[in-house]
């Protein structure tokens, strides 16, 4: 990965584990150890789920640049759904508390995506390609009449 989408994905990560550590927190004062466990398995999901989507939208970028935007719309779409089947499969378990999952779930994904956002917004990524004075302009030859 280039050093901007790791920075990317650090800007993104970082705050998302803070508000899962939060929602940990108050998890476990509301619900108990079962609200910990839920918090902090929600904060791995989102943390796993938006990483890896990052890591195949940069890769989309790089390898079909033309398929871009689309991906990223399919891509965020995909994880939303994603994201509620998981809610769904692991509504009435017991392992832990689900309530406390489900809204560390969503509090999550916002964090993330407004990290993600503000990172992409404060990143200065060249969307043009500067050229270089004569370095890659190749020499006229043949006749010019």
Do not use: C
């Not at 989309?60 to 719309?73: D, N, V, Y």
Request: glycine content about 8%; overall charge positive.
């Amino acid at each position: 990965m280039p050093s901007n989408d790791v920075r990317i994905l650090l800007q993104a990560a970082v705050p998302t584990a803070a508000v899962g550590a939060i929602a940990a927190v108050v998890s476990g004062v509301v619900a108990g150890g079962k609200g910990a466990i839920g918090a902090v398995i929600a904060t791995l999901v989102v943390i796993l789920f938006m990483g890896l989507g990052l890591y195949i939208l940069q890769r989309t970028a790089k390898s079909l640049p033309h398929l871009f935007q689309s991906m990223g719309l399919m891509l965020y779409a995909a994880q939303i759904l994603l994201l509620f089947i998981f809610l769904a499969v692991f509504k009435n378990t017991t392992l832990f508390h689900p309530r406390a999952f489900a809204v560390t779930l969503v509090a999550g994904t916002l964090a993330w995506i407004a990290a993600q956002t503000r990172a992409h917004m404060k990143a200065k990524i060249l969307y043009v390609e500067p050229e270089s004075s004569k370095a890659n302009n190749p020499e006229k030859t043949g006749h010019s009449s």
